[in-house]
């Protein structure tokens, strides 16, 4: 597909063994793959307007998710993931492709750099990690622990973000309400950025598909193998997807860069935008 035809555009459809695939482009330059987080979160949460001015953006909705179809198998392995990801570059007729990647993204964007290198300029693994499962939620609660007790006692936050946690959500909008409870959680000084979260918070939305298989998934010992540059970017107050997990990364990719956000938690991209911009921007030319 030209660039030319694919550039009129800002939503755009591809069709992958029967499964729509959509897609957003925004921006200008070298192409740029952006795999939200989740599995099933929607992508807006995820727009970058200040990248935008340096690269073209193409924000991909994965499937099982908003406008993109489900599968009908179930199968949403992060080999699967990574072959939507693999198919969406070849259509768009790039030689090779960035990939960023936040939180699940960032698992599809490692996967990918393994499935398919040959496809890759980059990989930028935004707040993520080498495996999935329930050594992953057993972190994240000992995280909220060490959140609530560094909240003052009887803070309503600290109360909200362990309820939420602890909620067992029957459906969608259930799911979505403790999302949005523990979003305090998410940002390092959630006080001081509430206050323009207000239209951003708006576009948190997600899909959920029942027929969603189990997708336990470690890569730890296959990092080695990652030979495309990788920039590893985390929020120092990430509660999910946390430093140490971003070093082991660091650690066993060769060559890659690590960037701790220092005033950041899961959205770096909010809380220290300007950093967040710059850090992907080098990177970019860097290795271009």
């Known amino acids: 597909m030209s660039a030319a035809a694919w550039q009129t555009s800002d939503v755009h459809e591809l069709m992958v063994d029967g499964v729509r695939l959509a897609y957003h482009v925004h921006g200008n330059g070298p192409v740029c793959l952006v ?151 998410y940002f390092k000084d959630y006080e001081a950025i509430e206050g323009r979260l207000t239209d951003w918070g708006a576009t948190i939305d997600l899909t959920i598909d029942p027929n969603r298989k189990d997708s336990r998934w470690d890569i730890r010992g296959r990092l080695g193998e990652i030979a495309v540059p990788a920039l590893v970017l985390v929020g120092v107050a990430d509660f999910i997807c946390p430093e140490n997990s971003a070093r082991e990364l660091a650690d066993g990719i060769p060559g890659s860069e690590l960037i701790v956000l220092a005033e950041s938690g899961h959205f770096g991209h909010l809380e220290q935008p300007d950093v967040f911009r710059d850090c992907v921007v080098e990177f970019v030319r860097r290795v271009s």
Do not use: C
């Open 35 to 185: 795999h939200p987080g989740g599995p099933g979160i929607h992508w807006p949460y995820l727009r970058l307007p200040a990248l935008e001015k340096h690269l073209t953006m193409v924000y991909v909705e994965p499937p099982g998710t908003g406008n993109s179809g489900l599968l009908p198998d179930g199968d949403y392995s992060m080999t699967r993931y990574a072959s939507f990801v693999d198919r969406l570059a070849r259509h768009l007729g790039e030689s090779k492709v960035f990939v960023l990647g936040h939180s699940h993204g960032g698992f599809v964007a490692l996967q990918t750099a393994l499935d398919h290198p040959e496809r890759l300029a980059g990989i930028i693994v935004y707040d993520g990690m080498a495996f999935n499962g329930p050594e992953l939620g057993e972190q994240a609660s000992r995280n909220i622990d060490a959140y609530v007790g560094r909240r003052p006692p009887g803070d309503p936050l600290a109360a909200q973000v362990l309820q939420a946690w602890q909620d067992d959500p029957a459906d969608r909008e259930e799911q979505l309400d403790a999302l949005r409870r523990l979003l305090p959680v």
